[in-house]
């Protein structure tokens, strides 16, 4: 059995944890090595996908160049924001996931059969378990001290069309990651409370 994490960790992760957005001040002018995003791609892996499939790819743009590629494809609120951050994360899923299955899960060698020729299951699976990931990444990032900024305002297709083409790779979200800027954070908006929205039955 786990050890619960200490209140700070919960505070850093969680409490104290906010979405970098809005502006170009949104982000401190501090860089994120390559360093910096192996160690959160470590820890983010490690969270769970069905099958332990591990659809998600990531594209992490990071020079002058591929940002100025990503820009085109952007909405234009979520510009200032993503060309100024550190780093941009292209959460991305391999939507031919299931080949590795023999090798990322030996407890069914029949796997691979529950995708092949199944498109409904593979966008489905390819969806969900990549958004988990590209979660984890963003709870991994803030565990190690980033700031993150996820969007979805951003055209798909142009983005796929942009850094995944001739590939079975499709785009799903995109995460800002650096040094948030604490003076451009504004009041948390409310979340539900456990009652609301939780049910135990
Ligand atoms: C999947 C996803 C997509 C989002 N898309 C955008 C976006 O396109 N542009 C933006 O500025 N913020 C975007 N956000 C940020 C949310 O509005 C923000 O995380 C939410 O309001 C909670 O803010 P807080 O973390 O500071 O409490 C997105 C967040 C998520 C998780």
Redesign the pocket.
Same mark, same amino acid.
């Given at each position: 059995m786990s050890q619960a994490v200490p209140e700070s960790a919960l505070d850093t992760i969680f409490r104290n944890a &906010?979405?970098y &957005?809005?502006s170009a001040d949104a982000w401190l002018d501090k860089p994120v090595d390559d360093a910096q995003l192996r160690a959160v791609f470590d820890l983010a892996k490690l969270g769970p996908t069905s099958a332990n499939c591990s659809p998600g790819r990531f594209v992490i743009v990071r020079s002058p160049e591929a940002k100025e590629k990503l820009k085109s494809a952007l %909405?234009h609120?979520?510009i200032p924001?993503t060309m100024a951050a550190p780093a941009t994360v292209i959460v991305a899923a391999d939507h031919t996931f299931y080949e590795e299955l023999p090798r990322l899960y030996k407890e069914d060698d029949s796997a691979i059969t529950w995708f092949k020729g199944k498109p409904e299951a593979i966008v489905g699976t390819a969806f969900r378990n990549s958004s988990l990931q590209g979660a984890y990444f963003i709870i991994a990032a803030r565990a190690l001290g980033l700031d993150c900024?996820?969007? %979805?305002?951003f055209n798909n297709a142009k983005v796929d069309e942009l850094f995944f083409a001739g590939t079975s790779i499709k785009s799903n979200?995109l995460i800002n990651v650096g040094y948030g800027n604490p003076a451009v954070i504004r009041p &948390?908006?409310e979340r539900y409370a456990f009652d609301e929205v939780c049910h135990i039955v």
């Open positions: &906010r979405t &957005r809005r %909405s609120d979520n924001q900024g996820p969007m %979805s305002g979200f &948390r908006e």
